[in-house]
């Protein structure tokens, strides 16, 4: 496959496959380029370089009728033809080394992202398994904890346990004394009234009653 050549306008690098425009400072354009370099005393916008004079921005035609290959250099005495021949060779070999340094710039760039690629990767794994140990840690925290409550669920239940003992234990005491106490009662009770029955009969029982209704009937 035939090589064709750029836009030399980095931003646009158009293939040139049938009109293009060439500079002295062996640069090559697409048309939408070459409408800056159509007025006197314009600068290259690839180099820089000035293009002020009559030849130093001509159109050509990248595929040429062979009748106009035919006869281009028909009358040129040999020594020129080979000059002109030299001096597009020599343009074309430029572009050439321009687009292999541009290629290999790209690759470049290319091998420095994938090794940018590469350290992030790398640093990313190296964060993944500090993520991933941090995670081990935790779960045996977690594990640990849970052994712990597991633990503290059987202390509490075995102390429930033993309350719950103690407090039917000072259930069936209180009952005890409960009873204790009704049995003394009703034995002092019983004495009591034994006792007062007893006396009854023995002490006089005084009733105060005034009589003051019969004191004024007398007077
Ligand atoms: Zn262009
Ligand atoms: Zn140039």
């Known amino acids: 496959m035939a090589m064709n050549l750029l836009c030399n306008v980095q ?26 370099l159509s007025h006197k005393n314009i600068k290259c916008p690839a180099c820089g370089t000035l293009l002020g004079k009559r030849f130093d921005v001509i159109r050509q035609n990248s595929n040429p009728a062979e009748e106009f290959k035919a006869m281009l250099l028909v009358g040129l005495r ?12 020599s343009f074309w070999n430029y572009q050439v ?5 541009y290629q290999a710039n790209s690759a470049n760039q290319l091998l420095e992202t994938k090794e940018k690629a ?11 398994a500090l993520a991933k140990n941090t995670i081990a840690g935790n779960e045996k925290q977690i594990n640990d904890q849970k052994s712990t409550i597991k633990f503290l669920k059987s202390a509490l239940s075995h102390k429930d346990q033993q309350l719950k003992k103690m407090q039917h234990g000072l259930f069936h005491t209180k009952s ?27 002490k006089k029982v005084f009733i105060f009653e005034p009589r003051i209704s019969s004191q004024r009937n007398d007077l």
């Open 11 to 36: 931003t646009c690098r158009k293939p040139l496959t049938s009109t293009l425009w060439v500079t002295s400072c062996s640069h090559s354009f697409c048309e939408d380029h070459a409408k800056t």
């Open 78 to 89: 040999p020594e020129i033809v080979l000059d002109i021949a030299m001096r597009a060779v």
């Open 97 to 101: 080394e321009q687009e292999l340094k």
């Open 118 to 128: 590469s350290i992030n990767q790398t640093t990313l794994m190296k964060q993944l």
């Open 176 to 202: 005890k004394t409960q009873d204790i106490h009704v049995t003394n009662s009703e034995t002092e009770d019983v004495h009591f009234r034994k006792e007062n029955t007893h006396n009854a009969g023995k």
